[in-house]
Nanobody, 120 residues
Framework: VQLQASGGGLVQAGGSLRLSCSAS????????MGWYHQAPGKQRELVAKITSGGTTNIADSVKGRFTISRDNAKNTVYLQMTSLQPEDTAVYYC???????????????WGQGTQVTVSS
């Protein structure tokens, strides 16, 4: 089972990007899915997360600019990023609680990270 993230890139300040992350493999169920980012020299921080029922938690620093959503049928989580600023530059990682071996036993998985660079 793996999480495959895509959609990062280079964008000018004020621009938009959409990140996607899909889980593949022998999956029974997926619980919370989320996005974290890590800037050079800083700790990895939560950007946004979403439950299987659609309840979201958005970091204050991106609230009103970023939106998280998911497609449960596709085991995919999205991060729509608008009004991007240079301080949003970081590697973005997707994260998910995935039931692999049993419908009730969840394992926390990380994707490989995708670089987002915002130029001023």
């Amino acid at each position: 089972v793996q999480l495959q993230a895509s959609g990062g890139g280079l964008v000018q300040a004020g621009g938009s990007l959409r990140l996607s992350c899909s889980a593949s493999g022998n999956i029974f169920n997926i619980g919370v899915m989320g996005w974290y980012h890590q800037a050079p020299g800083k700790q990895r921080e939560l950007v946004a997360k979403i439950t299987s029922g659609g309840t979201t938690n958005i970091a204050d620093s991106v609230k009103g600019r970023f939106t998280i959503s998911r497609d449960n049928a596709k085991n995919t989580v999205y991060l729509q990023m608008t009004s991007l600023q240079p301080e949003d530059t970081a590697v973005y990682y997707c994260n998910a609680d995935v039931a692999l071996y049993s419908p009730s036993i969840y394992v926390n998985l990380w994707g490989q990270g995708t670089q987002v660079t915002v130029s001023s």
